[in-house]
């Protein structure tokens, strides 16, 4: 089977499997409808005006937090859920070219949500892993999961064992794809998760990889992916990790490390309602930043 291969070509995006991130395409407006007023980068106060339910936004050098919406609600995570999937694969040591046959128990049938990769197929195990970081793919991260050692259950204690050894006490993992709202955490667990995966050179390699090819190793056709984070896609962000997340009972979620008036800081946003919300949300939190750098040196804003 070839390996996946990286492909930046702006006419993948448009080939993006279904992801616990895509929600199911609602009904077109009708014409008694109105456009949301625009909503201004910044509030009375000069903070960024985030929409987004739970926030936080860290220094990613010492771990001050910079900004802080309701950062220690605890929310329902979907996909970022897979952050830690990727962790638990990767300290596992498994071997990462190892062939992973995909199998009926990896389908999605809490959710529905479909994926391209075939029941019967094999995959490498690091192919998975791209596969879930990049698009977000559930039935990847299934097949990840029930594959380790003792199956599932066993995949999700580990999950849980390093959220209590990093400290993450209002974090809780049930299985490793996030379709599940069982899968819980707080903004402010999450920047410490965040900052944990960004040690990992693979994660940071694969959630920001903005598209690639798949080769099905069954009939050798290719299959498009692209990054389920459109700031990765967009190009114009310094971004050294990105994951998505979206089921119903989450809302909208995206966390990322990023380089912002030159310094890196860790972004987490949860609960998030709108099509675009959590996109404008990081785009105001740059502008914010870009805007007054020195608060990277220390100063703490609440909103």
């Known amino acids: 089977m070839k390996r996946l291969v990286a492909c930046f070509a702006l006419a993948a995006l448009s080939a993006a499997a279904v992801a616990a991130d895509k929600p199911a395409p609602k009904a077109r407006a009708t014409k008694a409808s109105t456009r949301a007023p625009a909503v201004s980068d ?20 010492t771990g001050q937090t910079l900004f802080a919406k ?25 071997p990462l070219d190892e062939a992973v046959q995909i199998s009926t128990e990896d389908l999605d049938t809490l959710k529905g949500t479909k994926s391209r990769l075939p029941v019967g197929a094999h995959f490498r195990r690091d192919d998975l892993i791209r596969i879930a970081l990049v698009a977000s793919d559930n039935r990847a991260a299934a097949a990840l999961g029930r ?3 003792g199956g599932i259950a066993a995949f999700v204690d580990a999950m849980n064992a390093k959220a209590k050894l990093l400290g993450l006490s209002a974090t809780t993992f049930v299985d490793s794809s ?15 998760l965040v900052s944990e995966a960004s040690r990992y050179a693979e994660i940071r390699e694969y959630s920001t990889t903005p598209a690639l090819d798949v080769t099905l190793p069954d009939t050798g056709r290719k299959v498009a992916y692209v990054n389920t984070n459109a700031l ?17 009972e989450s809302g909208k979620c995206l966390v990322m490390q990023a380089i912002i008036a030159g310094a890196p800081v860790v972004i987490v946003l949860l609960d998030s309602w709108g099509r675009l919300t959590r996109i404008g949300d990081a785009n105001r939190i740059k502008k914010w930043l870009e805007k007054n750098p020195s608060l990277i040196a220390g100063n703490f804003r609440a909103g």
């Open 232 to 248: 990765v896609r967009a190009g114009n962000w310094d971004i050294g990790l990105s994951k998505t997340g979206y089921i119903s």
């Open 42 to 61: 910044f509030n009375k106060e000069g903070d960024p005006n985030l929409q987004s339910t739970a926030a936080l936004v860290l220094d990613a050098k």
């Open 70 to 94: 309701n950062a220690d609600q605890v929310h329902p995570i979907a996909s970022i859920t897979k952050l830690m999937t990727a962790m638990v694969v990767l300290d596992s040591k498994l």
């Open 147 to 149: 594959s380790y050692p």
């Open 178 to 192: 996030g379709l599940a709202p069982g899968n819980v955490s707080s903004p402010a667990d999450l920047g410490r």
